[in-house]
């Protein structure tokens, strides 16, 4: 984003899928922190804080909410952990990949008893 849309949105990326925004951050490290957890990437290199630039990702993933705790927690053996923004709270996620090796980002959803939570400003801090 450029210095005008910072100012009235309050982040220097964005990511949009389909015309809609989807994510966005207002640190470097922040958005290439996501990026690599769902192994994707940008076309280009980022350009200077300030430097308006439209981009393509390169890769894609998909989400599954479960609401079976014990099928969630089958996964943590050979998945990497994330923390995932689900209905306003961080949540763990855990990031696998399907049989076609397309990144998929696990959670629970939110009905789940027994779904862990972490702290929202420490999380926040992660993905800003």
Known sequence: MNEQLNKRRGHWFAVQSQAHSHVAFTTCDSLNLWLEERAIALT?????????????????????????????????????????????????????????????????????PGRQTFDFQESAGRYR
């Not at 439209?54 to 998945?79: N, P, V």
């Open 44 to 112: 280009q290199v980022i350009p200077e804080m300030g430097t308006f630039s439209y981009q393509m990702l390169i890769g894609a993933y998909k989400t599954c909410h479960w609401r079976c705790l014990d099928g969630f927690e089958s996964l943590k053996a050979h998945a990497q952990e994330a923390r995932v923004l689900s209905h306003g709270t961080y949540t763990l996620g855990l990031i696998t990949k399907d049989d076609s090796g397309i990144t998929v980002v696990n959670s629970l959803d939110p009905s789940v």
